[in-house]
Nanobody
Framework: VQLQAYGGGLVQPGGSLRLSCTTS????????IGWFRQAPGKEREGVAC????????????YYVDSAKGRFTISRDNADNTVYLQMNSLKPEDTAVYYC???????????????????WGQGTLVTVSS
């Protein structure tokens, strides 16, 4: 099982980035996926999560309050990829972003980190002018 987050970079405040989480070694539709971030000197926190989805059940997505209205999580099972579209970025969004997979939580996804079984390498997002 492998996950890899990429798409980070340097962006000005107010700008946008789309992060991608590519997966391999498992059937993506059977896993809830979460995005987490860790800012310098801070603990890792959940940003967004999306439920296991086979294309039939309803999509459920949750966001940390600071991301609501700005970030959107989505998944493409056929492409084995989960995305995090980030708009209106702020300096406080600067962090290393990670994606993770959770096979057990159902039907709603969770941002409880201990529920996640597999983690990918992070990608750095820097929001600065």
């Amino acid at each position: 099982v492998q996950l890899q987050a990429y798409g980070g970079g340097l962006v000005q405040p107010g700008g946008s980035l789309r992060l991608s989480c590519t997966t391999s070694g498992f059937t993506l539709e059977n896993y809830a996926i979460g995005w987490f971030r860790q800012a310098p000197g801070k603990e890792r926190e959940g940003v967004a999560c999306i439920n296991r989805n086979d294309g039939i059940n309803d999509v459920l997505a949750y966001y940390v309050d600071s991301a609501k209205g700005r970030f959107t999580i989505s998944r493409d099972n056929a492409d084995n990829t989960v995305y995090l579209q980030m708009n209106s970025l702020k300096p406080e969004d600067t962090a290393v972003y990670y994606c993770a997979a959770d096979t057990s939580t159902w039907p709603s996804p969770t941002m409880s980190q201990h529920e996640y079984d597999y983690w990918g390498q992070g990608t750095l997002v820097t929001v600065s002018s």
